[in-house]
């Protein structure tokens, strides 16, 4: 008995802190996204709001922004498909939080003489469902394009769900090459691969052993979520706000969260799958083991919380990299972004799964 | 538990799919059809055939069902101009057909108890690999010819000159 309701008390806390992890960073992402542009164009940013004096660098303006959501009107057009309009800022955030399930943040650990996996579950088709669910976002984006009931926003869920589909695509074959290396979909898996040291001294991340996949994953991913330079759904010039113009108060909150959280989990997975995971250079379970033979020892408290530590780094750098990245390179006309979609990037993903079996074969694996 | 599960995940999915057949506006019937997929990755999952209910999902519900609503969104029937349905002979004994049907497979199926949860390993990424590629692989290799068929004809298609 007490082994089941450990079972449960363990899940339940596993879910409640990757959700809070997730969201927390969704709040800081928002904040940062400001700040970064702001720096970024050499202005200030936010810096108003404040609490009884204290303005936090301008840390207070999330909180006032959910604030001003939930107060305004929850208005609904007329034209609009009343069911559809209303399912679809479900579809845009439920699929995204369940696929954070299936990523390791950290080894297993013990606890009370029972061994713990730091993962919500660990799926035989790990990165497969992450695929599947996210997969579901795409209907959040269709239906209230069509729902709404107006122009802009058909335009904009017509032109959203076609790219989601051809970025899809790429996005999935960019991953086969770190499938044939690390012999496995389980995010577990991957992620201990990449504890190995490829030459004796160089960490066998995903990032060394794929650079290629790399590149066209994360760019794929940029697509998948909307985001600049693929932000064309929402091309403000051409189409108001794309899919989601009609959308008022908690409903169009949910859509800023579905995208913010399918950002950052997208900076999880590119941590996870191409720079290590939770793993850190040259840490082992005892402590540091260099590569001239040298070793520091550690106790294992401090090896899991440098472990925990190191992921959530890798992944607020990634989430960093969509700023700059937003901030830096302009928006792409459609037919550019469906060129480089199905032109350059579909091949290069071929050429790469190509070339890593042939490099595999030649190693004789 | 797993009886459980499969009770419900087996009436959601036949519940769907009468919606599906049922619907008068396409889009309806388009998101029902995702429901009914839905459910059978969850019977999949239940089999442990986790491999296969990860594609149903990537491929029919992300991908075919959003190109049924991209065409029907391109269409852009208007409601009132949607065809109104008619009652008709063959219509009603097509349903009585259906009822008979699942009389008959409902009787079929008490011969026989529910089987028991295959193990774990043969619903893996791996199994499937290895047996498609061992077993499986001229019906694997016909398949493929087959959809490369079809995307050269679509190409030709859509293409008015090669």
Known sequence: MTAVLFLVVVALARIAIVFSFCFGLVVVFTWAERKGAAYIQDRRGPNRADILGFRAWGMFHPLADALKFLFKEDFIPDNAQRLFYQLAPMFAVAPVLMSIAVVPFGPDVTIFGRRVALQIADLNVGILYIFAVTGMTVYGVVLAGWGSGSKYPLLGGLRSSAQMLSYEVSMGLSLVGIFMVFESLRLSRIVAGQGELLFGFLPKWGVVVQPLGFILFITAQYAEANRTPFDLPEGESELVAGYHSEYASFKFSMFMMGEYLHMVIGAVVVATLFFGGWQVPFLADTGFVLPGGASVPLPEILVIALRTGSIFLKSLFFTWLYVWVRWTIPRFRYDQVMRLGWKVLLPLSLVNIFATGLVLLLLGK | ?162
């Open chain 2, 1 to 162: 538990m797993e009886a459980v599960f499969f009770i419900l995940f087996g009436a959601v999915a036949v519940g769907a799919s009468i919606m599906v057949v049922t619907r008068r506006h396409p889009l309806s019937s388009a998101l029902y059809l995702l429901m009914a997929l839905f459910s059978v990755a969850a019977l999949f999952v239940l089999r442990q055939a986790h491999f296969l209910a990860a594609i149903q999902l990537i491929l029919y519900a992300g991908a075919v069902i959003v190109l049924f609503i991209f065409v029907i969104m391109l269409i852009n029937v208007p409601e009132e101009r949607l065809p109104s349905e008619r009652m008709t002979a063959m219509r009603v004994l097509g349903v009585a057909a259906a009822g008979i049907l699942i009389l008959e497979s409902a009787l079929l199926a008490r011969r026989f108890a529910m089987p028991q949860p295959p193990v774990a390993e043969v619903g893996t990424v791996e199994a499937v690999g290895i047996a498609l590629f061992t077993d499986y692989l001229l019906a694997f290799e016909i398949t493929s010819v087959l959809l490369l068929a079809a995307v050269i004809g679509a190409i030709s298609l859509a293409k008015k000159k090669i």
